[in-house]
């Protein structure tokens, strides 16, 4: 089942820009994870996040969590265009192994 | 490390043939995960190993079965494929302890088209 939703599902911005990616999610967490896809490869870990945190930060990536509204954000700044992927909100699913529930995905584009 | 291997990286099949995804991980990982994934549907689980001698079905498990053959290898079959099984396949590992605060690792995927 679909655990997050990400919005908005498509983003284009310039280099130097911030880019903001959102995700909601449905059932209580013990933690939220972000992972990037660039094209035709498999999926790489970002940043998790647990559920009594509020941000954290890895180099030019910043997660937010707001466990209230069901909700997490992702803002990479000063966007490179390496940066171009596919970026997926999940949480771990406690019934199937910790397996992750994933969102259907935010496409960012970073153009020169 | 090679981290999680995937073969083969591209497969065409025709309707009613099998074949078997072959999945590998050289970090000592007890969990591992066969996840499809299809345009603008995220990933789906279809099948997972918890542990070494243990599978169990995720959401989309029909048409597939698993092996976990050892602790490193994990393979998906279709026995029998059918066009709506024509996705990328992600297999997945990782340590599999601390109630899911770990990360997966992913393979690079197998491309499988069912004519």
């Known amino acids: 089942s679909q655990q997050g939703e990400e919005d908005p599902q498509a983003l284009s911005i310039q280099e130097g820009e911030n880019a903001t990616m959102n995700c909601s999610y449905k059932?209580?967490?013990?933690?939220l994870q972000w992972y990037r896809q660039n094209s035709g490869r498999g999926l790489v870990h970002l940043i998790l996040?647990?559920?009594?945190?509020r941000e954290k930060h890895s180099g030019r990536l910043r997660v937010t969590l707001d466990t209230s509204k069901k909700s997490s954000s992702l803002l990479i700044t000063a966007s490179r265009a390496a940066d171009t992927a596919s970026y997926f909100c999940?949480?771990?699913?406690?019934?199937?192994?910790?397996?992750?529930?994933f969102g259907k995905g935010t496409s960012l584009l970073v153009t020169p | 490390n090679a981290g999680v291997t995937q073969t083969p990286k591209f497969q065409v099949l025709k309707t009613g043939q099998s074949m078997t995804l072959q999945c590998a991980q050289d970090?000592?990982?007890?969990?591992m995960y066969w996840y499809r994934q299809d345009p603008g549907m995220g990933l789906r689980l279809i099948y997972y190993?918890?542990?070494?001698?243990?599978?169990d079905k995720g959401e989309v498990p029909n048409g597939y079965n698993v092996s976990r053959l050892n602790k490193r290898e994990f393979s998906l079959r279709l026995e029998s494929a059918a066009p709506s099984q024509t996705s990328v396949y992600f297999c997945?590992?990782?340590?599999?302890?601390?109630?899911?605060?770990?990360?997966?690792?992913f393979g690079d995927g197998t491309r499988l088209s069912i004519l």
């Open positions: 997945a590992s990782s340590e599999g302890a601390g109630f899911g605060n770990q990360p997966q690792h």
């Open positions: 059932t209580s967490i013990n933690n």
């Open positions: 996040i647990r559920s009594n945190e």
């Open positions: 999940a949480t771990a699913n406690p019934n199937s192994g910790y397996a992750l529930n």
């Open positions: 970090m000592n990982h007890n969990s």
């Open positions: 190993s918890a542990s070494e001698g243990t599978t």
